[in-house]
């Protein structure tokens, strides 16, 4: 990701879906303007789902995402259905692209039903009417026909995905609403080997706009220069944010009276999870009794979003299970998935542990915790439980009273 893009999990997702040779590739070239994938007659051309963000008109920065054709032909077929409905957890708005010289078939019907079990808006997109003799009236509300190659009916396709994509929820926000205008905000970075080289992280970049984005001041130290810039800001700061891992040392040189949280907690907050991670992290104390029930070690799934962060690596293969080990003196069994994988049946996990997931839509993450609350297993993330362990989550919760209070009528 260039510098000057908007983070792809801000963007609005549009995936394209269908059978095989309905022309799905071939639309999303007709839409986005470009030869962005390969088109051909072979049924099952694209093998893996293909991304590109992009601007699009009327809508904004979007994530296009092209997906292999579902067909229900075999164990392949499964693995396709399978992708696709992995793509699909993270759509905002879906095309059911449909070859108009056959319509629907059993298989269309199934991705109809998937999308409305997870609710995700879609249009169904009657593809190659240049072959019809006449373009027939569309019939019923989300369909339309359309030519990706003689491009009919493509600036309308895009205004009815950008129709679908508006919602009247009002814009989130990491902090900006719970700060006012002239503030100060002091952030703590730490600026050590496994940060990366020149550059803040997305989080820390996101949450400096939106402190920008709300008329306060941003003040960004790093861990050890913050006791003196405490003492010499001249204001009481609003806010003390800081990054997990130097958690404990911040918590100690930030004043009682200056309220203090996490980048972790804000962005759990900021993606919808923050109630059910606090809840979860609790898990850890119970840890021992689970022996009892249970003859094996406890199981604990740590997922990352991305692949690529080191600094996220090392916190969640290395230190996460060693601060679990030591807070527990127990042996749990961890367990690792980074990136777009996560598993649907998580049912041999006793906690599903997170990273901050920047780089994972709103969507994303919230199909991942239902997935964990639907089979009743705990779901944290790596800030919340590094709070936890060091005895600072009623503090760095604070600032959200209706959280604090949950926590504090669990004693
Ligand atoms: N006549 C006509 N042919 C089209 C149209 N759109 C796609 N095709 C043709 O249909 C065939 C399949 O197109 P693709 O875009 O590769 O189809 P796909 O859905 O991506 O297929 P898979 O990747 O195999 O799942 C190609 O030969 C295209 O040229 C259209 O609007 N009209
Ligand atoms: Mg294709």
Same mark, same amino acid.
């Given at each position: 990701?260039?510098?000057? /893009?908007?983070?792809?999990?801000?963007?609005?997702?549009?995936?394209?879906?269908?059978?095989?040779?309905?022309?799905?590739?071939?639309?999303?070239?007709?839409?986005?303007?470009?030869?962005?994938?390969?088109?051909?007659?072979?049924?099952?051309?694209?093998? #893996?789902?293909?991304?590109?963000?992009?601007?699009?008109? &009327?809508?904004? &920065?979007?994530?296009?995402?092209?997906?292999?054709?579902?067909?229900?032909?075999?164990?392949?077929?499964?693995?396709? +259905?399978?992708?696709?409905?992995?793509?699909?957890?993270?759509?905002?708005?879906?095309?059911?692209?449909?070859?108009?010289?056959? @319509?629907?078939?059993?298989?269309?019907?199934?991705?109809?039903?998937?999308?409305? #079990?997870?609710?995700?808006?879609?249009?169904?997109?009657?593809?190659?009417?240049?072959?019809?003799?006449?373009?027939?009236? &569309?019939? @019923? /509300?989300?369909?339309?026909?359309?030519?990706?190659?003689?491009?009919?009916?493509?600036?309308?396709?895009?205004?009815?995905?950008?129709?679908?994509?508006?919602?009247?929820? &009002?814009?989130?926000?990491?902090?900006? #609403?719970?700060?006012?205008?002239?503030?100060?905000?002091?952030?703590?970075?730490?600026?050590?080997?496994?940060?990366?080289?020149?550059?803040?992280?997305?989080?820390?970049?996101?949450?400096?706009?939106?402190?920008?984005?709300?008329?306060?001041?941003?003040?960004?130290?790093? /861990?050890?220069?913050?006791?003196?810039?405490?003492?010499?800001?001249?204001?009481?700061?609003?806010?003390?944010?800081?990054?997990?891992?130097?958690?404990?040392?911040?918590?100690?040189?930030?004043?009682? #009276?200056?309220?203090?949280?996490?980048?972790?907690?804000?962005?759990?907050?900021?993606?919808?999870?923050?109630?059910?991670?606090?809840?979860?992290?609790?898990?850890?104390?119970?840890?021992?009794?689970?022996?009892?029930?249970?003859? @094996?070690?406890?199981?604990?799934?740590?997922?990352?979003?991305?692949?690529?962060?080191?600094?996220?690596?090392?916190?969640?293969?290395?230190?996460?299970?060693?601060?679990?080990?030591?807070?527990?003196?127990?042996?749990?069994?961890?367990?690792?998935?980074? @990136?777009?994988?996560?598993?649907?049946?998580?049912?041999?996990?006793?906690?599903?542990?997170?990273?901050?997931?920047?780089?994972?839509?709103?969507?994303?993450?919230?199909?991942?915790?239902?997935?964990?609350?639907?089979?009743?297993?705990?779901?944290?993330?790596?800030?919340?439980?590094?709070?936890?362990?060091?005895?600072?989550?009623?503090?760095? +919760?604070?600032?959200?009273?209706?959280?604090?209070?949950?926590?504090?009528?669990?004693?």
């Amino acid at each position: 990701m260039g510098l000057n /893009e908007t983070p792809s999990a801000n963007r609005v997702h549009i995936g394209f879906f269908g059978l095989r040779n309905a022309g799905k590739s071939s639309l999303v070239n007709a839409v986005t303007n470009q030869d962005l994938v390969i088109v051909s007659d072979v049924k099952g051309t694209t093998t #893996d789902p293909v991304s590109k963000s992009m601007e699009l008109l &009327p809508l904004g &920065p979007v994530l296009i995402i092209d997906t292999p054709g579902i067909d229900d032909e075999g164990a392949l077929g499964e693995l396709r +259905v399978r992708r696709a409905r992995q793509v699909l957890n993270k759509t905002d708005v879906a095309v059911l692209v449909v070859d108009a010289l056959t @319509g629907k078939s059993p298989a269309d019907e199934d991705l109809i039903r998937l999308f409305r #079990d997870k609710d995700v808006p879609f249009i169904i997109a009657y593809n190659k009417s240049d072959l019809l003799e006449k373009a027939p009236e &569309p019939t @019923g /509300e989300n369909c339309i026909y359309v030519s990706a190659t003689k491009k009919h009916n493509i600036e309308e396709l895009k205004e009815r995905i950008a129709a679908l994509a508006k919602t009247d929820e &009002p814009k989130l926000q990491i902090v900006g #609403d719970i700060i006012s205008p002239g503030d100060f905000v002091v952030l703590v970075i730490p600026i050590d080997k496994a940060a990366p080289k020149g550059r803040l992280i997305l989080p820390q970049q996101q949450t400096i706009r939106d402190i920008l984005e709300a008329d306060a001041a941003a003040v960004v130290v790093k /861990e050890f220069e913050l006791r003196e810039t405490l003492e010499n800001i001249g204001k009481k700061p609003a806010l003390v944010i800081t990054d997990s891992q130097v958690f404990a040392k911040v918590s100690a040189d930030t004043p009682a #009276d200056i309220p203090l949280t996490s980048f972790s907690i804000l962005f759990a907050r900021y993606k919808g999870f923050l109630a059910s991670a606090v809840r979860g992290v609790r898990m850890l104390d119970s840890i021992g009794e689970k022996t009892s029930t249970n003859a @094996g070690a406890a199981r604990i799934l740590i997922a990352e979003g991305c692949t690529h962060h080191r600094q996220c690596d090392d916190i969640g293969r290395v230190k996460l299970p060693r601060w679990i080990k030591q807070y527990t003196g127990m042996e749990p069994e961890f367990a690792f998935t980074s @990136g777009g994988e996560f598993p649907e049946d998580l049912s041999s996990y006793d906690l599903i542990l997170h990273c901050g997931a920047c780089m994972l839509n709103e969507r994303e993450v919230r199909y991942r915790e239902a997935c964990a609350a639907d089979q009743g297993i705990p779901f944290t993330n790596y800030g919340i439980t590094i709070a936890h362990i060091q005895g600072i989550l009623k503090r760095s +919760v604070a600032i959200f009273p209706n959280i604090l209070a949950e926590l504090e009528d669990e004693g």
